[in-house]
């Protein structure tokens, strides 16, 4: 069974504009009413940040009033369930476990039928955090000029090297909506899947393009709406099988992979997700808005 996949490009550009624009307006209310559009890992911001895990279902707000009568009035607290708590104080201490020590024994003080023991501990100085955040724009932006490089170099082609980008710079920002939809926060590992996702995507694409490529070079004369239809038919398959084999241990980690791996997992999963999407639905109609309609070879 062919799909005419292009019968639906209008309506997905419309769905992928108004989810940007519903991100943009998200945003900028989250800017104006909280001072900022994300909250940050201690990774950006500097500070520490202690993980606790209880034996019996806690509430977050008593665990905070406890830690800011013990000396920290400046907690932030952030719930994972009914019995784990994470705690970020903006003071650095070099003795991060020392620090995670004293508020768990304050908590497990206040809490002494309640068991509390330390999941996980993080300390960044303020000026790391910040150095932290300017690399990763920085290794972002390198990566989109780089792989825009190789797409214009592999097939010689402006049309297709923009639609490639485009549809990277897409998968990016709706990993960046979701996130902020759901008010999760941006840390390292975020980034870190975001890289991840940009790589797969583009693989995913290239091999959409290539396919594009040779059907244009077998088939002179016929028309470039054919051409692209035809090829991601006959990619089908592959992009579909690739991204379910990909996407199913990672659904497999974020069910199972506990506090630490859950944001990295849900951003995986986004980013599998829409980069098939994009692929599809961003990549090959902007690289025909560009491509001459009379082209039929590359």
Excluded: C
């Excluded at 999941?119 to 724009?137: F, W």
């Excluded at 792989?147 to 010689?156: K, Q, V």
């Excluded at 996407?247 to 980013?271: R, T, W």
């Excluded at 999407?277 to 001459?292: F, T």
């Amino acid at each position: 069974m062919v799909i005419n996949f292009l019968k639906y490009r209008k309506v997905t550009a419309l769905s992928s504009l108004a989810l940007i624009v519903a991100f943009v307006g998200v945003a900028i209310y989250r800017q104006k009413t909280r001072g900022s559009a994300y909250t940050y890992s201690v990774d950006f911001t500097g500070g520490t940040q202690v993980l606790l895990g209880f034996e019996h279902d806690v509430d977050g707000a008593q665990v905070k009033q406890i830690i800011a009568e013990n000396g920290w009035p400046s907690v932030s607290m952030r719930e994972f369930g009914k019995t784990e708590v994470l705690i970020r104080v903006k003071e650095f201490e070099a003795d991060m476990v020392g620090l995670g020590e004293h508020m768990r024994s304050a908590v497990q003080q206040a809490m002494p039928d309640n068991r509390v023991q330390i999941l996980q501990t993080e300390s960044v100085g303020a000026g790391v955090g910040a150095d932290l955040r300017s690399k990763s724009i920085y290794a972002m932006a390198v990566a989109l000029i780089l792989m825009l490089l190789y797409i214009a170099m592999r097939f010689w082609s402006i049309a297709f090297a923009t639609g490639a980008i485009v549809a990277l710079i897409h998968d990016a920002l709706v990993m960046l909506a979701i996130f902020l939809f759901l008010d999760r926060e941006i840390s390292i590992n975020f980034i870190a899947a975001v890289l991840t996702v940009l790589g797969y995507s583009i693989n995913d694409t290239i091999v959409i393009f290539s396919q594009i490529r040779e059907f244009m070079k077998k088939r002179k004369g016929v028309p470039l709406d054919q051409i692209v239809n035809d090829s991601l038919n006959y990619t089908l398959r592959r992009t579909m099988l690739t991204s379910i084999s990909t996407g199913l241990p990672v659904l497999v980690m974020l069910i199972f992979g506990g506090e630490a791996l859950q944001d990295f997992s849900l951003a995986l999963l986004i980013g599998i997700i829409f980069g098939t999407y994009s692929s599809v639905y961003i990549a090959s109609p902007i690289m025909m808005l560009l491509q001459p309609k009379d082209s039929t070879s590359l």
